[in-house]
């Protein structure tokens, strides 16, 4: 599985981006496509995540600001990001987890830069 994600770049605290993903290769019955992101000096940690039968979940950080959206036919999914906070800045990541035979797999896009200027 490879992973594209745009839709990075500078906003002003209390702005929108909206960040896309696009899933390429083998498709996976059991999957769930999300977005993790990476704060400057701290670890990568949870955004969002939608699993192919429809369940999302959000880190309680962004619950209420972020919506995250798929696309199955395209294998495509979306993080809207309203009311961006400087908190919010780090480099966003998009993943695909996907049960491989029987081990649980994770695939990861390279990255795109959020930041949220005060």
């Known amino acids: 599985v490879q992973l594209q994600a745009s839709g990075g770049g500078l906003v002003q605290a209390g702005g929108s981006l909206t960040l896309s993903c696009l899933a390429s290769?083998?498709?996976?019955?059991?999957?769930?496509m999300g977005w993790y992101r990476q704060p400057p000096g701290k670890e990568r940690e949870f955004v969002a995540a939608c699993a192919n039968g429809g369940g999302i979940t959000y880190a309680d950080s962004v619950r209420g600001r972020f919506a995250i959206s798929r696309d199955f036919a395209k294998n495509t999914v979306d993080l809207q990001m309203n009311n961006l906070k400087p908190e919010d800045t780090g480099i966003y990541y998009c993943?695909?987890?996907?049960?491989?035979?029987?081990?649980?797999?994770?695939?990861w896009g390279q990255g795109t830069l959020v930041t949220v200027s005060s």
């Open positions: 993943n695909y987890a996907a049960v491989v035979g029987l081990n649980w797999s994770e695939f």
């Open positions: 290769g083998r498709n996976y019955t059991n999957n769930a």
